[in-house]
């Protein structure tokens, strides 16, 4: 089941625009994640963020955390045509096993961005 | 570092086949993970290793899907009696799994399945 739902699900701008896509989730959790993927491959990781963070920045890249409001954004500023593709959120929970405490990601639907040149 | 490998990279199957895929992680990487992803929708998770030992398989789809770490590196996923609804693309991760917390995952391109 999906749990994070990101917002808008398209979004289309003119390059050099910043581009804001925000995620909402239901349960808690113990990091957030973003990824990439262009058109039919693999996801490429952007930036992760811990439950006890509220901002993080990496290169154009600004994600904020509101633990209260289950919700992150993902603000990517001047917009290059290469950033076109769908950007998800993934969420994550402390699950206790023996032998590893880690579980795997739960996606959103994702947010397809086009950058227009 | 090569990066998480799959293969294949494409498998056509006829309904009731079994099919195989395979997965290399980042060679230092103790934690594996196999997701399913249909098109328009995010990566689904399905099963996780640490090490050889499969940690959550619940989240498999049915008794059809199964998965092995026999030696803690390489991984398979077999999708037995296929159904054409298992058409999707089969993406593997890995992680450091150094510490008891979740930590980045890397992806793998995927192996895109069709079932005829």
């Known amino acids: 089941s999906q749990q994070g739902e990101e917002d808008p699900q398209a979004l289309s701008i003119q390059e050099g625009e910043n581009a804001t896509m925000n995620c909402s989730y239901k349960?808690?959790?113990?990091?957030l994640q973003w990824y990439r993927q262009n058109s039919g491959r693999g996801l490429v990781h952007l930036i992760l963020i811990r439950s006890n963070e509220r901002e993080k920045h990496s290169g154009r890249l600004r994600v904020t955390l509101d633990t209260s409001k289950k919700s992150s954004s993902l603000l990517i500023t001047a917009s290059r045509a290469a950033d076109t593709a769908s950007y998800f959120c993934a969420t994550d929970r402390t699950v206790e096993y023996s032998g590893g405490g880690a579980d795997g990601l739960t996606f959103g639907k994702g947010t397809h961005l086009i950058i227009q040149p | 570092d090569t990066g998480v490998s799959q293969d294949p990279r494409h498998k056509i199957t006829k309904r009731g086949q079994n099919v195989t895929f395979r997965c290399d992680p980042i060679?230092?990487?103790?934690?594996l993970y196999w997701y399913r992803q249909t098109l328009g929708q995010g990566p689904e998770f399905l099963t996780y290793f640490q090490n050889e030992a499969q940690l959550e398989k619940s989240r498999l789809l049915s008794d059809r899907f199964s998965a092995e770490r026999p030696k803690g590196s390489f991984s398979t996923l077999e999708i037995q009696r296929t159904e054409q609804g298992d058409s999707a693309m089969y993406l593997c991760?890995?992680?450091?799994?150094?510490?008891?917390?979740?930590?980045?995952?890397?992806f793998g391109p995927g192996t895109r399945l069709t079932v005829l």
């Open positions: 060679s230092e990487h103790n934690r």
């Open positions: 991760a890995s992680s450091l799994g150094l510490r008891e917390w979740a930590d980045t995952q890397y």
């Open positions: 349960t808690s959790i113990n990091n």
